[in-house]
Nanobody, 127 residues
């Protein structure tokens, strides 16, 4: 089992940058595929980015491709999401997640693939 704690959210102007982090407990962090999801008010939680256990493979939602970068440091048990060229529509609570029992290559970009979730961190982008 793994416990996740996000940090680094805040208020930023459109066009700005922000990096959110997710610290994981336990010594088996490197065994987990990790993902970032977000949920805006009144909307469903949606996939943002995912990274393989070794960090060599990544996936992005079309809406953030080219602007966001996911990375991980297995020595620090931490996964990051660097967000550049932020837009007001990026405003949401951002959650990190670790793969669960239903994780497969097909579910790696879906909620179903992840069983462990952090509490979320608010990112607000002003226009």
């Amino acid at each position: 089992q793994v416990q996740l704690v996000e940090s680094g959210g805040g208020l930023v102007k459109a066009g700005g940058s922000l990096r959110v982090s997710c610290a994981a407990s336990g010594r088996t962090f490197s065994r987990y595929y990790m993902g970032w999801f977000r949920q805006a008010p009144g909307k469903e939680r949606e996939f943002v980015a995912a990274i393989s256990r070794s960090g060599t493979s990544t996936d992005y939602a079309d809406s953030v491709k080219g602007r966001f970068t996911i990375s991980r440091d297995n020595a620090k048990n931490t996964v990051y999401l660097q967000m550049n060229s932020l837009k007001p529509e990026d405003t949401a609570v951002y959650y990190c997640a670790a793969e669960g029992l239903s994780f497969t290559s097909a579910t790696r970009t879906t909620l179903r693939g992840y069983d462990y979730w952090g509490q979320g961190t608010q990112v607000t982008v002003s226009s």
